[in-house]
Structure formats: structure tokens, C-alpha cells
């Protein structure tokens, strides 16, 4: 069993920066596959990023060249830098993890994560 707890949301105004952190539990951190999905209030649950566990990364369009994702496999933690955020990317932001042999492959589909952590809220004021 795997044990994900997201921390770092909070509240910034557009145009600025923020960070989130997912702190995983277990020993073999290095064979899963970790994503970042979001939730805004009403709507479903998308992708944001993810990174695979040779560290290859992956975005949503809407956060290609603004998020970043990296991983580090020592500390067990997942991190997604955000820039530039705006009103559109407020939501309540999950951390996700799939045990996988493959190596350089990203999932995309939440039904194909295991794991979740319980969210943590980053709100964008105008």
C-alpha cells in the first residue's frame, strides 16, 4: 500500500508562482509512474502532468510551458512548479501513482493510477 500526501497549495494572484509537493510512502518510489491531476468545483478531474520513472515528463496542453514536473526518487517526493497561473487553474490538485515495469510511459487516464493522495487547493485570484 501506497500512501500519497500532497502539500504546498495555498492561495496567489494571477501571474505569479506555486509550488506543490507529493510525499510518497514505501520503498520502491522509483517503480511508479507519478501524475498530477485537478479538480475544479463542478467539473471532472484532469491530467496536468506526470513524469514516468526514467523521467520523462508529460503535460496537459493547457499547462505545457507554464508547469513543471520532477521527481525525486531519494526523497520519494513528486514536485509540480507552476507559473503564470491564472483564475482557470484554481482547483483542488491530486497526486497520483501506478506501479509500472514500463519505464518511459505516462499515463494519463486517472482509471489507470492507483493511488491517490486527498488533494490539496490552489485558488487563483484575478
Known amino acids: 500500500q501506497v500512501q500519497l500526501v500532497e502539500s504546498g497549495g495555498g492561495l496567489v494572484q494571477a501571474g505569479g508562482s506555486l509550488s506543490v509537493s507529493c510525499a510518497a510512502s514505501?520503498?520502491?518510489?522509483?517503480?511508479?509512474?507519478m501524475g498530477w491531476f485537478r479538480q475544479a468545483p463542478g467539473k471532472e478531474r484532469d491530467f496536468v502532468a506526470g513524469i514516468s520513472r526514467s523521467g520523462g515528463a508529460f503535460y496537459a496542453d493547457s499547462v505545457k510551458g507554464r508547469f513543471t514536473i520532477s521527481r525525486d526518487n531519494a526523497k520519494n517526493t513528486v514536485h509540480l512548479q507552476m507559473n503564470s497561473l491564472t483564475p482557470e487553474d484554481t482547483a483542488v490538485y491530486y497526486c497520483?501513482?501506478?506501479?509500472?515495469?514500463?519505464?518511459?510511459?505516462?499515463?494519463?487516464?486517472?482509471?489507470?493510477?492507483?493511488?491517490w493522495g486527498q488533494g490539496t487547493q490552489v485558488t487563483v485570484s484575478s
Open positions: 514505501g520503498r520502491t518510489f522509483s517503480s511508479y509512474v
Open positions: 497520483a501513482a501506478r506501479d509500472t515495469i514500463r519505464t518511459n510511459y505516462v499515463y494519463t487516464n486517472e482509471n489507470e493510477y492507483t493511488y
